[in-house]
């Protein structure tokens, strides 16, 4: 369902059988609203977000692409989450696709004004699906369009935003004992501990070689999210605590109680595409397009 929010914004609304929901803006293909069949929102969402350009949306699930921190020459977590998505109008046959579910095709490709930035044409497809029991998956299909022959290479992150009643209840498990590299002390590799991660200060860090699922749990809420994720090797763990989010001017102060980011990322090993052979439009082989998949599920 097409909808523009209360200043004009386009956005679309998923529903589903039971009567889950998602939202997505179409500025930066954001998701910012997630809702299981009792209504309740599973994501969060700042009360200060700013919803147009140049700002990205604060929550919800941001793109970071084609760069996934601030390292390069790009604004931070790249222009994906910074630009106006369309519809698909051509969506490749996603396999994942069966009747009784909700989805949305939407396509970046670059502009006049992003090529001087980053100077490679693409075609970055996202289909944003509301399974039957309300899981939410994302499926990034990303083209490398070059006509001069060049390859590029790219980081990514699905920067999700998860809702949860007191950020000191909350245990991540999955990631014990992996390396990370601590983002608060200048990208120093680490070791996790041997049990599962609780919250008590600001926590910034970039887990590499992680599994395929994570669970997130909401102790209070007899929550858990279970984060499963397809060629995205590495994990970012963020909660800025008092202070930093005091600092964001789009993060209400106390916000940062009630949400982790726990992210399906690619950030120690760019992905590398090289350009497409001039293949029909019929959906490109494996070698030049990278299917990258996150999808949520939440229980209680
Ligand atoms: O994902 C963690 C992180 O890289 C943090 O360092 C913090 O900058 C966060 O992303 C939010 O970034 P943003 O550009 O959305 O304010």
Known sequence: EHKKDINGFPKVILREVRGCSAEVYL???QVTSWKNEHGEELLFLSSKAIFKPPKAIR??????????????SLEQHGFARNRTWTVDPDPPPFATISHNKAFIDLILKPSEEDAKIW????EFRLRITLGPGGDLMLTSRIRNTNIDGKSFTFTFAYHTYFSVTD???????????????DNLKNKERVTEQGDAITFESEVDKTYLSTPTKIAIIDHERKRTFVLRKDGLPDAVVWNPW????????DFGDDEYKHMLCVEAACVETPIT??????????????????????CISCTG
């Open 27 to 29: 500025h930066g293909a």
């Open 59 to 72: 929550g919800g699930i941001p793109i970071c692409f084609p760069q996934f921190g601030n390292h390069g």
């Open 119 to 122: 100077p490679h044409r693409y």
């Open 167 to 181: 950020i000191s209840e909350v245990r991540v498990e999955g990631l014990e004992t992996l390396d990370y590299l």
């Open 242 to 249: 008092d202070k930093k989010a005091k600092a964001i001017p």
């Open 273 to 294: 595409l090289k350009p497409a052979d001039n293949l029909t439009h019929k959906w490109y082989s494996k070698a030049v397009k990278v299917q990258l998949s996150g």
